[in-house]
């Protein structure tokens, strides 16, 4: 079979996908309309045009701007509708879905809109695909602490239905410190903790993300790469990174494709993922990011079988559905 066959096949769970950030153009001017939002694009054409980053925050800043179309819990139904689609052209058969709830709950919409949408659609991704699904609560790391714990009391009434917390947004000047003491309580409720960190910080925001967090992952974790001692550390602790390789070309953390480090993280030992992050804003769902990959860094089916591996066996998924994908 061909690269893109074998790929498609591929069993695979997706660990880093910004829900806000599958909002497609057309879907974003479908929202608009609907909702009688202004949006400073004139056509589908412009939107895309507008997608040319050099960092994070160039990128941040239109994300929250696209996500202003979102207002009702039919939006954001419709939104991981759409992703839950593509995602099983591309062979994803789990999905752990993270999710801003104060980019939204900022501009009034309240909390159950956000989360009864995207519950409504998990569930039908159950019943249409088979896909399972699961969600992760970030914060966003630009805004306080106690911002964070309001988001938290916030979701209280579905923590049955959250899987895990995460830490997004502007990294550099937001270090995980920032937030140990609202993970320590999302642990509390029996939360699973990741953190995106040595996306554009340094390695000791990662060290800060194991030490003082305890996550049990690390979203991108590029940067670590930088610290011998710390790859060594994240390798032999089975630390799951959650890769996104059209992310960092789209967002400059690598100049070129073909500097993407994935070969060099799995020779290191560490146990990466691939993942597409915000596909909308970045060029291309998971198969592409595999197949970028896998031209770019001659990765061979091996390889590719290892990284989907890895991504179920660092799932959030309970022990006996993480055995039954194997
Ligand atoms: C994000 Cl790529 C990335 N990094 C940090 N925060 C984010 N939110 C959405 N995508
Ligand atoms: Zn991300």
Redesign the pocket.
Known sequence: TDLDTFIARLPKAELHL?I??SLEPELMFELARRNQVEIPYASVEEVRAAYAFTR?QD??DI?YAGANVLRTRRDFHDMAMAYFDRAARDGVVHAEL?F?PQTHTDRGIPFAEVIEGLLSAMEEARTKHGMTSCLIL?FLRHLSEEAAFETLAAAEPWLDRIAAVGL????VGHPPIKFAQVFAAAREKGLKLTA?AG?EGPPEYVYQALDLIDVDRI??GNRALEDPVLTRRLADSGMTLTV?PL?NLK?CVIDDIVQHPIDAMLKAGLKATLNS??PAY?GGYIADNYRAVAEARGLGREDLVTLARNSFTGSFLPEEDIARHL
Do not use: K
Request: charged share 35%; net charge negative; aromatic share 12%.
């Open positions: 910004h806000e950030g994070l990128f941040l994300y993270m801003d970030s997004d947004s502007s990294e995106h996306e979203d991108h996104c992310s967002l992050d915000d970045f």
